[in-house]
């Protein structure tokens, strides 16, 4: 550091990420950068994980900085914008006189090895980098509807999850009837990086289905049904949230899944969003059977105003998706609603031959597709290595076991899945499409919202 800051002629930018839970903030604002401010414009910019606490810490940190000279500022980075070219690093990174690089590369284990380098693809990469933040400085925030901003949570979870995986994942008769560690434990770091189905593909959806049944029509007793995590729990909370901060009288979110594990980040989560002021209960189950969801106190048929699920359907063969269908069908009342996705296999889009997806850019680079999303969650993780509590070897393994096992079952195309939910007496489909990276292959969700019919005469023929 000493030496590279003695060759500065005319300026210096620096990225830098900060995660004040896991180090000292005033490590970042040295006597040597402070010094060769006195003679340079010294810019840096720090990347916190998006939330109000790490904001408030982070912009103590620029303000200690400004007393020396440097110009700083803070940005904060949510686990979804890898859509983002070039992707911003998480990463120390500085880019001095506008022609050497100096970054720290990815590493398996502890520490990663620095990159000094004038390479012209680097330092181009560099200036757009930098370019990026200078014109997000100052930019007020997004308008219109999206979802809870869950970054810091997923990095405060995601270790928890992994490690209580190995210990409390007991199978799940429709992802993994003997062991579903190698999916509920990676899920939140692959959540983190983006790289699996999620409510966050889809926030304006989830955010507008969920207002709207909230407070419009006022659905209080909510079931969500199925939970790979806790993710699903958030976009319901915050949609029930009011100005106040206060959930709307009457909730009542109750979490149905076969395995503990998702159930227990959930409880977490509720514990800790919140300050445990919205009322959740968890309940191991198995959605289809009666019996279960009665020993396990879920309220009865007819008793729910919401049902919601995010890609939860193709989990299931045909067969019992249909199921599924009848059975969120029977625990609404009349006048109840379905909000969920369901992938469409039949607009998947594969990679070429020669390794370029056009339609994303070029991201996928290899035709095999297990190993094409191992080596996008290393270059991911390898940005966040910084911020994250796993080893990257290890997490490269949990990805790849997951590539290689998961399995979504084809419901159809959208026509087909329209025509489902009719055959199971749903009303007022409403269904639209959006394409979205995808998991191992790009593809496009249908977006479903579904009523139950309302009048009595429908309820009796039900009965009857």
Request: aromatic share 8%; charged share 25%.
């Amino acid at each position: 550091m000493q030496s590279l800051s003695s060759t500065v002629r005319n300026r210096v930018a620096q990225i830098v990420p900060f995660a004040p839970q896991a180090r000292s903030a005033s490590a970042f604002s040295g006597r040597l950068w402070r010094h060769v401010a006195q003679s340079f414009p010294v810019e840096r910019y720090y990347l916190f994980p998006s939330g109000e606490e790490n904001r408030r810490q982070a912009q103590l940190q620029v303000d200690e900085d400004q007393r020396y000279d440097l110009y700083s500022a803070h940005l904060p980075v949510t686990s979804g914008g890898w859509s983002a070219s070039p992707p911003v690093p998480m990463n120390t990174l500085w880019l001095i006189d506008d022609e050497v690089v100096v970054r720290q590369e990815a590493s398996g284990r502890g520490a990663g090895s620095w990159l000094v380098t004038v390479r012209p693809s680097e330092v181009q990469r560099a200036r757009d980098l930098v370019q990026t933040l200078r014109d997000q400085v100052g930019m007020p925030a997004a308008g219109g509807l999206s979802g809870p901003d869950i970054t810091q949570w997923l990095l405060e979870s995601a270790e928890k999850v992994f490690n209580a995986a190995q210990l409390s994942c007991t199978g799940s008769e429709y992802i993994d009837d003997k062991d579903c560690e190698w999916y509920h434990g990676a899920w939140q770091y692959l959540r983190l990086l983006d790289m699996v189905s999620s409510p966050t593909w889809h926030p304006d959806f989830y955010a507008r289905e969920l207002r709207a049944a909230i407070h419009e029509r006022g659905a209080r007793r909510i079931l969500i049904s199925g939970a790979a995590d806790w993710t699903t729990l958030a976009f319901v909370l915050d949609a029930a949230k009011l100005p106040s901060g206060d959930p709307v009288p009457g909730l009542d979110v109750h979490v149905v899944d076969l395995c503990p594990t998702p159930l227990m980040s959930c409880s977490w989560f509720t514990r800790r969003w919140g300050d445990g002021r919205f009322p959740v209960t968890t309940h191991q189950a198995n959605v289809l059977r009666t019996g279960d969801l009665r020993k396990q106190g879920v309220p009865p048929e007819g008793s729910f105003d919401l049902v919601v699920a995010d890609a939860f359907l193709t989990r299931f063969a045909p067969v019992d998706a249909r199921r599924v269908l009848r059975k969120w069908y029977k625990l609404l009342r009349p006048g109840g609603s379905v909000v969920t996705t369901v992938r469409l296999h039949a607009r998947n889009r594969y990679p070429d031959r020669d390794g370029a997806d056009p339609e994303f850019d070029g991201l996928r680079r290899v035709t095999n597709q297990v190993d094409d999303f191992e080596l996008r969650l290393r270059d991911r993780a390898g940005v966040w290595q910084d911020m994250l509590s796993i080893d990257l070897e290890d997490l490269s393994r949990a990805g790849r076991r997951y590539a290689k096992r998961i399995i979504s079952h084809d419901l159809g195309d959208a026509d087909h899945i329209a025509t489902a939910f009719k055959d199971q007496r749903f009303h007022e489909i409403c269904m639209d499409s959006a394409r979205v990276q995808g998991e191992l292959v790009g593809t496009e969700y249908a977006r479903i919202t579904a009523v139950r019919p309302g009048s009595r005469a429908a309820a009796r023929a039900d009965k009857d």
